[in-house]
């Protein structure tokens, strides 16, 4: 495929509600967006990269900047080229993981859709529709979030995450469980606030039979995610940990793991999350799919990566309403607890233009 220009377009997403994790609140996503034209066709990928190097090392303005100086020049330098030739073309610029993925996300998306395939299909997806979750954040007391809880609830949604921190784990825990009983499917989300010392303090966690306790310790140290494993009951899941396949079949080799989530954009993209998907899968280890309060566009493209097989836990797939009053493409919207896979040509969706012109705050073209 021959690009014939990229454009990078900035978009201010008010949240319908705070969101906050161990390592901040967000009220608002600055987004991202890459757009890649062809001669046949056009694709958008999404970055997605937070304002504030907090969750990751990457932060969106570094990856506005990445893409301009070093990535596209790369991508477009050997002329044309296929999705899976991305990643080979853009290796020499180390780390950036979150926004090579938006590229090539862009690129297979033009591709699939000059071809009339779904990104569904070209994944593998073996489901047309997937069972959701909902992640939930760190609440100012117990009442509000047994409310929270109890609405996501009464939207179908199957799994419930709580985030949790040193102060704010163990009594909310206990709270949902005794509100919502023992056939809920519940988790938590640490978010890397731990450390081993932690270790019989997050014991205390066994007994409410969670699915999992995502990322309790800090992302290098797969070690020590190594030990606590074997200090308490409950299943520990790595999700900032996990950067590629390499380091998928490093960790459960170890046992620092024994659930894994995969979030496209920290790993590179989505034929990287594929390829540890099929780690996962040939060592009998589950994933589920994370989210990083995307729009329909990257929510398009997780929805298709959930319909893989290995995908046995319900994700952060959540519907659009859940993080916006209106999303840049049409909704996905939660029936009966689950999403239905886009079946159309590459993601399936597009942005509205009239509702994208409204949450553009800037919008840069790079001719090539």
């Not at 180390?94 to 859709?113: C, F, I, N, P, S």
């Not at 909902?134 to 979030?145: A, K, N, Y």
């Amino acid at each position: 495929m021959k690009i014939t220009g990229v454009e990078l377009r900035r978009i201010a997403m008010p949240l319908v509600a705070p969101f906050r994790t161990s390592f901040g609140t967000e009220t608002a996503r600055d987004v991202l967006l890459v757009r890649v034209v062809s001669e046949d066709s056009e694709g958008w990928g999404e970055c997605v990269a937070m304002s504030a190097p907090l969750y990751s090392s990457e932060y969106v303005d570094a990856a506005a900047d990445v893409l301009r100086r070093y990535l596209v020049p790369r991508l477009v330098a050997d002329g044309p080229c296929s999705a899976p030739e991305v990643a080979h073309r853009l290796a020499a610029v180390k780390g950036h993981r979150m926004a090579k993925a938006a590229l090539e996300t862009a690129v297979l998306d033009a591709e699939l859709r000059a071809e009339g395939r779904s990104f569904a299909r070209e994944l593998g997806a073996v489901h047309e529709r997937v069972p959701c979750g909902v992640s939930v954040g760190i609440m100012d007391s117990v009442p509000e979030l047994l409310d929270g809880v109890e609405g996501y609830l009464d939207e179908g949604y199957v799994r419930i995450k709580l985030k949790i921190e040193p102060g704010w784990d163990v009594d909310p825990v206990r709270a949902v469980r005794e509100r919502f009983g023992d056939d809920l499917l519940l988790q938590v989300d640490a978010n890397t606030a731990y450390t081993l010392a932690d270790a019989p303090h997050l014991a205390r966690l066994d007994p409410f039979d969670l699915l999992l306790i995502e990322q309790p310790l800090e992302e290098e140290d797969v070690l020590g995610h190594a030990d606590l494993a074997r200090l308490i009951r409950t299943p520990v899941c790595l999700d900032e940990s996990i950067t590629s396949a390499r380091d998928a079949a490093a960790a459960i080799r170890l046992g620092a793991c024994s659930i894994v989530n995969i979030k496209p954009g920290r790993v590179g993209g989505y034929l990287e999350a594929r390829r540890i998907h099929d780690v996962c899968v040939a060592a009998g280890v589950p994933v589920w799919c994370g989210g990083m309060l995307e729009t329909g566009l990257g929510r398009a493209a997780n929805v298709a990566l959930a319909a893989l097989p290995g995908f046995t836990l319900p994700g952060d797939t959540s519907g659009s309403g859940r993080y916006f009053a209106e999303d840049v493409t049409e909704p996905f919207v939660l029936e009966d607890g689950h999403l239905v896979v886009p079946s159309g040509p590459g993601l399936g969706v597009a942005p509205l233009p009239g509702r994208l012109d409204e949450v553009t705050t800037a919008s840069e073209w790079l001719a090539l």
